[in-house]
C-alpha cells in the first residue's frame, strides 16, 4: 500500500512507511535522479520537465459527468455542508483564472487587484459564504448553471485541470483536506520525485497586506547567488508589476524554463533595487551544512525535504563536520514539508540509536496500530537544537516532536503545521489515469500523543512576523484525532518542562546571525548548562 498526502501551505508531499508494514510504500515509479548524477550538471530537459500538472490532465479521460457526481443543483442544496463543498468546488477552479464567484451565483470578470480570496486559506475563502443557507440565500446560486460559465470561460486546454479542481474542492469539504485526485503519470513522473527540479531558482513568496515578499531563500541557490534575501519586497519580474498577482502568477513568472535571466525590482528597508537572478539549471541538494564559528565550534544542517538518501547525506555531512569536535548541532527542519518515513526513522537513529520507537500508525479503520523503529546507529551525542516553523510538517513534525519527547534536542522556533494524517493511493472511478489519495489515518509521536492540528510547540519560542498559518487555520473542516489519557500521560513523562532551554539563561543576544532563529538556536547551544548537559545526553536512554 502507497501512503502519502498534500498540505497546502505551499504543498506538503508525504511520505513513505517501512518495508514490512500495511503502510509500507514500494514506488515502482520513475524516482529521484541518484546522487552519482552531478548535482551540479546541465540535464538534457525530459518530458517531464516541460509539462505542468494540467498537461497531465489533458490526458486523462475526466469529463463534466465526473464532477456531477459530487456537484449537482440537487446534490448541493441537500445541507448546509453540502452546500459549501459546491461553493469550494468552484472557488478551487477559480484559483487560477481571471474570473470570481459574485455573492448573487454568477462568475464574473475581474482584476486581481478586485479578487481578494487567498488562493491557499479555504477557511478565510469560505468565510464569506458561510452563513448563506441559514440565512436563505443559498437559493441564489445553481451550481449547474455555476459550473456551465466557469467552462465556458475558462480556456479550453484547462478544461479537464478546472473540473479536477472542482472535484479536490469538493472533497476538501466533504471527505477531509488531504483527501485529492490526482494525475497517475502525475504522480509517477513528478510529484514521486524526491528530488529538486533543475529549474528550481531556490524561493518562495508569500502574500501579506497584498504586497508580495519572498518568504525563503534556500541556500546556495540561484535566488541565493543573486543577493535576493527573506522579507524582501518584490514590486516586478521582467519588468512586470506583481502587485495584482496572486502567487500562482508570480510563480508562473518563473516557468519559463528557456529564460536564463530574471530581474527582479525589490524593496528592501527604504531601498529599492535590482538583482538579476540567472538560472544556472543546478539541481539543488536538499541538505546545505555549515560549520559555525561564534565561539563555539556549532555545525548547522539545513534539511529541505525527506528524499532519497537524505539519511546518509546528513551522516555524511556531520562526519565531514568531526563530531567529536563540534560543540552544538543545529538541525534546520523550517518551511521543510515531509517526505519518505523510512528516511525519517534512519535520520532519528543519528541522534538517538537504533531500535528506538519514533512513530506509530493509527488507521481510522481500527486496524492494529504499527510502530516503527529508528534504523541508523548514532553518530551525533553532543548537545542540539531542532528549527521549525509553521511550514514544518510532516514527518519534520514528527522528527521534531520525537527528539523533544526523548529530551534529545531543543526545539527553538514556531508551533509546527499541524498535519500528522496519511493518505493511501488507489484508483478513482475505476480510471487507471486517475489516483485518489485518501486519508487512512494518522502518525502518533513515540508517547502515542498526535501531532494533527495541535502541532510541536518550541520549547523557545520565536514569533515569525512571516508566519504560514497552521492546518487548523487553513480549513473549514480539518481532521481531528483524539488523543487518548495514556498517550497524554505519557507524553507529560516524556518530555518534562525542565528541559535545557528553560533551566538555562540565555544571554543577551548577540549578531551571531541576520536569521534570529540560527541566532536564538546558537544562543541555547552556547549556555553553559546545555553544554554540561552533553555527558547527560550522551548516555540517555528511554525505553519506550
Not at 546556495?220 to 534575501?229: I, K, T
Not at 498526535?450 to 492546518?471: I, Y
Request: neutral net charge; proline residues 2%; glycine residues 6%.
Amino acid at each position: 500500500m502507497k501512503s502519502w498526502g498534500i498540505v497546502i501551505v505551499i504543498a506538503v508531499g508525504f511520505g513513505v512507511g517501512l518495508a514490512a508494514p500495511r503502510w509500507a510504500v514500494e514506488m515502482g515509479i520513475s524516482t529521484a535522479q541518484t546522487t552519482a548524477e552531478s548535482a551540479l550538471g546541465v540535464k538534457t530537459v525530459s518530458t517531464k520537465d516541460s509539462m505542468k500538472v494540467e498537461d497531465f490532465w489533458a490526458n486523462t479521460e475526466l469529463e463534466v459527468s465526473d464532477l456531477k457526481k459530487y456537484v449537482n443543483n440537487v446534490k448541493c442544496h441537500e445541507n448546509k455542508k453540502n452546500f459549501l463543498a459546491c461553493i469550494n468546488s468552484v472557488l478551487f477552479a477559480l484559483q487560477k483564472t481571471n474570473l470570481h464567484l459574485n455573492f448573487d451565483g454568477t462568475i464574473a470578470q475581474n482584476s486581481r487587484r478586485e479578487n481578494k480570496l487567498d488562493n491557499y486559506n479555504e477557511k478565510q475563502n469560505l468565510a464569506q459564504f458561510l452563513n448563506m443557507p441559514t440565512e436563505g440565500l443559498s437559493d441564489r446560486f445553481n451550481f449547474d448553471s455555476l459550473w456551465k460559465s466557469v467552462l465556458a470561460l475558462s480556456q479550453p486546454e484547462s478544461k479537464k485541470y478546472i473540473l479536477a479542481s472542482g472535484v479536490n474542492g469538493y472533497l476538501s469539504i466533504m471527505a477531509d483536506p488531504h483527501t485529492y485526485i490526482s494525475p497517475t503519470d502525475f504522480f509517477r513522473q513528478v510529484s514521486s520525485n524526491n528530488e529538486r527540479s533543475k529549474y528550481f531558482l531556490g524561493l518562495s513568496f508569500e502574500k501579506k497586506k497584498e504586497r508580495t515578499f519572498i518568504r525563503k531563500v534556500f541556500k546556495n541557490s540561484d535566488a541565493d547567488q543573486a543577493g535576493l534575501q527573506n522579507n524582501d519586497e518584490v514590486i516586478s519580474i521582467n519588468g512586470q508589476k506583481v502587485e495584482d498577482m496572486n502567487l500562482s502568477d508570480v510563480s508562473a513568472l518563473l516557468k519559463d524554463k528557456n529564460q536564463k535571466t530574471f530581474p527582479f525590482l525589490v524593496k528592501r528597508g527604504e531601498l529599492t533595487f535590482i538583482k538579476k537572478l540567472n538560472r544556472t539549471y543546478r539541481v539543488l541538494s536538499q541538505v546545505q551544512s555549515e560549520v559555525i564559528n561564534n565561539g563555539n565550534k556549532i555545525g548547522y544542517i539545513q534539511l529541505s525535504k525527506f528524499a532519497y538518501n537524505i539519511c546518509e547525506n546528513v551522516r555524511a555531512e556531520i562526519e565531514k563536520m568531526k563530531p567529536s569536535t563540534l560543540n552544538g548541532l543545529v538541525l534546520d527542519l523550517r518551511d521543510n514539508p515531509g517526505g519518505l518515513l523510512t528516511e525519517a526513522a534512519c535520520l532519528a537513529g543519528l541522534f538517538i540509536g537504533e531500535d528506538k520507537k519514533i512513530f506509530t500508525v493509527k488507521y481510522i479503520d481500527g486496524s492494529e496500530e504499527e510502530v516503527a523503529l529508528t534504523t541508523s546507529q548514532q553518530v551525533y551525542f553532543g548537545p542540539m537544537v531542532i528549527l521549525t516553523n509553521n511550514s514544518s510538517a510532516s514527518a519534520s513534525e514528527l522528527i521534531a516532536g520525537a527528539m523533544q519527547e526523548y529530551n534529545r534536542a531543543t526545539i527553538v522556533g514556531e508551533r509546527t503545521f499541524g498535519k500528522g494524517s496519511f493518505q493511501e493511493i488507489e484508483r478513482w472511478n475505476e480510471s487507471s489515469k486517475v489516483s485518489l489519495f485518501k486519508t487512512q489515518g494518522f502518525y502518533l509521536l513515540p508517547s502515542g500523543e498526535t501531532t494533527q492540528l495541535k502541532g510541536v510547540t518550541p520549547d523557545v519560542t520565536l514569533d515569525d512576523e512571516n508566519a504560514v498559518m497552521s492546518e487548523a487555520d487553513l480549513y473549514q473542516f480539518p481532521l481531528h484525532y483524539k488523543a487518548d489519557k495514556r498517550s497524554t500521560l505519557a507524553h507529560n513523562l516524556m518530555y518534562k518542562k525542565s528541559n535545557h532551554a528553560n533551566n538555562c539563561s540565555l544571554p543577551s543576544v548577540k549578531d551571531y546571525s541576520s536569521d534570529k532563529f540560527i541566532a536564538s538556536a546558537q544562543q541555547v547551544l552556547g549556555c553553559e548548562i546545555a553544554l554540561s548537559a552533553k555527558a547527560d545526553d550522551k548516555e540517555q536512554n528511554i525505553n519506550l
